[in-house]
């Protein structure tokens, strides 16, 4: 019993550096992976935008993706945040070239009433959509029937006259160049994420995921049974 105990406890040992090796690895494996799973997760968040966007119009649009792009330039608001409003913005209007009008105005209104692009594109689509104006509170006055061109227009021009350019001009002020900066770092992180899903990593992560739980479920078994078998030994001895 002595010797068998002994090598109980000697495997036990081995196991409890095992572990604590594993710990480790897994340690310095989880600021690898954050790191990897961040620049994947910006380029799927950016992937989704623009898949959302392609539903709304019925078509994949270069050129809306082209103007957030360029957009995110010179105001510093992501251009997956412009793409989703204009994702919302096409669910009400499905001409190409209306929507790519109609998100400006919705930064400018964004940034003149201190809200967020898709709370001002979700006005300003209500307010196309259908027969009430739901930007009259802000003095801004549509003509025309639902989804009229002449409604758009006109949606278009009131706004220009009141907000025209304003979300260019906060991206010229020492906070936009913040913004600014921030998007074009986040872009960056957005291409790596691209690189690394185009050469597989992301089969590769959930190879690795998979292993992992095979791996911890031998572990949890062979320390139970580990421990089983001592509390055998120990029942005998007694």
Request: hydrophobic residues 40%; aromatic residues 6%.
């Amino acid at each position: 019993y002595r010797n068998q105990r002994k090598s109980i406890d000697k495997l036990n040992v081995r196991f409890s550096v095992l572990r604590s090796k594993l710990l480790l690895a897994s340690f310095g494996f989880t600021l690898v992976a954050g790191s990897i799973g961040k620049a994947i997760r910006m380029f799927g968040e950016q992937e989704k935008a623009i898949l959302k966007l392609n539903n709304s119009l019925g078509f994949n649009s270069t050129l809306l993706q082209e103007q957030a792009s360029a957009l995110q330039k010179v105001t510093g608001v992501g251009d997956e945040v412009i793409i989703n409003a204009q994702s919302i913005l096409a669910t009400f209007v499905r001409n190409e070239e209306q929507v790519s009008e109609l998100t400006n105005s919705t930064l400018d209104l964004s940034t003149a009433l201190g809200i967020d692009l898709n709370s001002a594109a979700n006005l300003i689509g209500k307010t196309i959509g259908s027969t009430t104006n739901s930007l009259s509170r802000y003095g801004i006055a549509v003509t025309g029937s639902a989804n009229s061109t002449e409604r758009i227009e006109s949606l278009i021009k009131n706004v220009n006259i009141l907000f025209g350019d304003m979300a260019k001009a906060a991206g010229a002020e020492t906070l936009g160049s913040l913004q600014k900066l921030g998007a074009s770092f986040g872009d960056l992180i957005e291409g790596f994420g691209k690189l690394l899903a185009n050469i597989g990593v992301v089969q590769a992560m959930d190879l690795l995921t998979f292993s992992f739980e095979k791996l911890n479920s031998a572990i949890d078994f062979s320390s139970k049974l580990m421990g089983f078998t001592k509390q055998q030994l120990d029942d005998e001895i007694t």
